[in-house]
């Protein structure tokens, strides 16, 4: 009689402590998803603050965003096709000695 009551008593003992362990996990669980909503929340608010400093520098400095912007927003063009000149802009200009290169 002694060893069942004794491996009654762990069984009760094991099945109460697994109730305690899924009621902690549902609470954590909970708690969890109001982190995340925070998280989310304060990301939110940090953009917003970055946006408010941007616009106060704005207002304070403009050539400071000016020489920002050059810095970090323009790239330079290397396919710049801008300075091909073609045969037709010679011709306006009446050159003398001009020596052009046909293909055969």
Not at 22 to 41: M, P
Not at 53 to 67: D, G, H, P, R, V
Not at 80 to 102: P, W
């Amino acid at each position: 009689m002694k060893y069942y009551s004794a491996i009654i008593f762990l069984f009760i003992s094991s099945f109460f402590s697994v109730l305690l362990l899924l009621y902690f996990a549902n609470i954590t669980k909970n708690i969890e998803k109001e982190n995340f909503v925070l998280l989310s929340k304060i990301e939110k608010l940090e953009e917003q603050i970055n946006i408010n400093e941007i616009e106060f520098s704005y207002y304070k400095s403009y050539e400071y965003l000016i020489k920002m912007h050059k810095i970090y927003f323009e790239i330079p063009e290397k396919n710049n096709f801008s300075n091909i000149v073609s045969f037709h802009d010679f011709k306006k200009q009446n050159l003398e000695n001009l020596h052009t290169v046909g293909i055969k």
